[in-house]
């Protein structure tokens, strides 16, 4: 694909990735990476947490729409762009458009957070609802595209994406060079495919591991079928993973991801707890997902340096799950 000017590849390499963090390193954060010691007793393992809750909108999304807009043409840049997502990739796209001076219009579904709506309209972004699934978003975001020329920036099967969210893996290679094991949660599997990328890149012997919801477990299902196994009716507390693979993001998973943990609906919401009562940062049911898996010993790592992408902080504080 021809992008501003120069040939990007369909499916990043590590250099794209590198590339990719040289692009947009003036205009993110480079995130802490800390450690709790009663988090690694429970989890029988060192644990070293990246945390992109702490990231520009409060997520690693903005990692990818920023590598999306820089690559844009001027021309393109005009156009605007469109996506669809439940939240935080909208937030993300809202304000890297912005900061090109480009519209935004963002379909979202009707049941997702308040407070991730709120944040799409405080980037900037123009808000089209529609019904909860997946036809119903594709089918929104095609009617404004004829409708302006906008440029469709998908949430996760788009290489400029993927390349950017895998600048969270490299750079925690950087402050924690020899992890043994890397976690992420997964959805589309932006994250989990940018992170295998990289960290297969940097460190061939490290091990990662996709996370998921039992209830949303379509990567899961893919992985050992070998074949894409969409998740119809994904109903889980992580708002921000019930998406499906595409075919990019799967062809990486495939064969570059070691394994996918599923944990409960109960266990999110305890390592959630954990992480705010323990760590005390702010971390959503999506990035708990990832701490689950950890603090819940789904992979057997006993003695190990274990590091989580705790992918976002962005919950709505009157609807705790863990509030009575």
Known sequence: MTVAGSIFPRVPDLETIREASRRISPHIHRTPVMTCASLDALA???????????????????????????????????????????????????????????????????????????????????????????????????????????VMIHPYNDARIIAGQGTAALEFLEQAPDLEFILAPVSGGGLLSGTAIAAKGLRPQVRVIGCEPQNADDAHRSKASGRIEPMEHPDTIADGLRASLCEMTFSVIRERVDQIALVSEEEIVEAMRYVWERMKIVIEPSAAVAAAVAVFRKVDWQGKKVGVILSGGNVDLAKLPFAK
């Open 44 to 150: 029988g393992a060192r644990l070293f947490f990246k945390c992109e809750n702490l990231q520009k909108c409060g997520a690693f999304k903005i990692r990818g729409a920023t590598n999306a807009m820089a690559l844009l043409s001027e021309e393109e840049a005009r156009r605007g762009v469109v996506t669809h997502s439940s939240g935080n990739h909208a937030a993300a796209l809202s304000l890297a458009a912005r900061g090109r001076g480009a519209a935004a219009w963002i379909v979202m579904p009707s049941n997702a957070p308040s407070i991730k709506k709120a944040a799409v309209e405080a980037y900037g972004g123009r808000i089209t609802e529609c019904e909860p699934t997946l036809a119903a978003r594709e089918a929104a975001a095609r009617e404004i595209i004829e409708r302006t020329g906008a």
